[in-house]
C-alpha cells in the first residue's frame, strides 16, 4: 500500500503497474519466494498470476513450510534481523535489555514467537487484541500505545524495561519512537525500520545530546542478494518447524481492493496475503 499509493520515500510510481514488492510463488516445480522493485523503480511486482523476476533472486522453500505463511511473515522479519545487525556493526554491545516495538494492530508490528536465548524485550500495542497477541507470542511486556503524550509514553516504557535499554527496534517512528528514545541508556541505539505511527517524530535535542544516542535508518533496499535470500532461507525454515509465526489473513487476488481499505483502516486482522489461482 505504502508504495502503491506513493506515499513512500520512493515517491508517485509510474503507472499503470502491477503492485507487490514481494511474494511466493512457483517457478518450475520448486517453491520460492522471490522480491520486486515494483513502486520502487519501473516494472511490475507479485501481485498478478504471473511474475518476471530473474532466477538469481529466487530463494528456495524449504521442505513442508506453508507458503502463504511464509509470505505473511516476508520481508517484514528479515528487516527486524538486519535491523539488529545494523546497529552491532553501529558500535553497539553485545547482550542487554532491548525492546522491540510494533502496533498489534498494524501491518507493521506483527509479534512473532522466537525460540531463542536473548535479552527481554518489551513491545507497544494499540488495542486489547493487540496486547492480547503480543503477550501469547512471548513479550516480556506490553505497553498500551493509546496516547501521544511522549512524557506519558516513556513512563509506561520506563515501567516495564529491566533498566536502561540498549537497543530499540521502531518500526513505528511517532510519539513512540520519541518515548522509547527516553528510556535508552548512554550510548544507546535507536533503529527506525518503518513508520506506521507517523512520519515525523517529536524526539527531543536534550535526549539525543544528554545520552549520546545513536539513531540509524534502515531498509532492505541496503540488503546484498546473498543478505536477502539467507535471511528468507533462515526465516522460512523457521516457519517450518513451527517456531516463527506472524498473524495473517489469506485473501483472494480478486478482493484486493476491500482488504487494502481494511488495512488502511486500521480493520485488517493480521497481514494480508493476497493468493492466487483458486
Not at 147 to 165: H, I, Q
Not at 175 to 181: G, L, V
Not at 190 to 199: F, H, P, Q, R, T
Request: charged share 25%.
Amino acid at each position: 500500500m505504502l508504495c502503491a499509493g506513493g506515499r513512500s520515500y520512493f515517491g508517485v510510481p509510474r503507472t499503470p503497474y502491477v503492485p507487490g514488492v514481494q511474494g511466493v510463488g512457483v517457478s518450475g516445480s520448486r517453491p520460492v519466494w522471490f522480491p520486486t522493485s515494483a513502486g520502487m523503480a519501473p516494472g511490475d511486482g507479485s501481485m498478478a498470476e504471473y511474475a518476471v523476476v530473474p532466477a538469481a533472486d529466487l530463494v528456495p522453500l524449504p521442505e513442508g513450510a506453508d507458503p502463504v505463511a511464509v509470505a505473511a511473515l516476508g520481508a517484514v522479519r528479515h528487516r527486524r534481523a538486519h535491523g539488529a545487525d545494523l546497529a552491532r556493526r553501529a558500535g553497539g554491545r553485545g547482550a542487554g535489555a532491548r525492546a522491540r516495538r510494533g502496533r498489534g494492530g498494524r501491518p507493521g508490528g506483527r509479534p512473532a514467537r522466537p525460540h531463542r536465548r536473548r535479552p527481554p524485550r518489551d513491545r507497544g500495542a494499540r488495542s486489547p487484541a493487540g496486547r492480547e497477541r503480543a503477550e501469547r507470542a512471548g513479550a516480556d511486556a506490553v505497553v498500551t500505545l493509546d496516547t501521544e503524550d511522549v512524557a506519558e509514553l516513556a513512563e509506561r516504557f520506563r515501567a516495564v524495561a529491566a533498566g536502561p535499554v540498549d537497543l530499540v527496534l521502531d518500526p513505528l517512528f511517532g510519539a513512540p519512537a520519541a518515548a522509547a528514545a527516553r528510556t535508552l541508556r548512554a550510548g544507546g541505539r535507536l533503529v527506525n525500520l518503518g513508520s506506521s505511527a507517523a512520519e515525523t517524530c517529536p524526539i527531543d535535542s536534550a535526549t539525543i545530546r544528554s545520552r549520546s544516542l545513536r539513531l540509524l535508518g534502515y531498509t532492505n533496499n541496503e540488503l546484498a542478494p546473498e543478505q536477502r535470500a539467507a535471511a528468507m532461507t533462515l526465516i522460512a525454515e523457521q516457519s517450518a518447524l513451527g517456531r516463527l509465526a506472524v498473524a495473517y489473513e489469506a485473501v483472494p487476488l480478486k478482493d484486493a481492493e476491500a482488504a487494502w481499505r481494511r488495512q488502511a483502516d486500521g480493520l485488517a486482522t493480521g497481514r494480508i496475503v493476497l493468493t492466487v489461482g483458486e
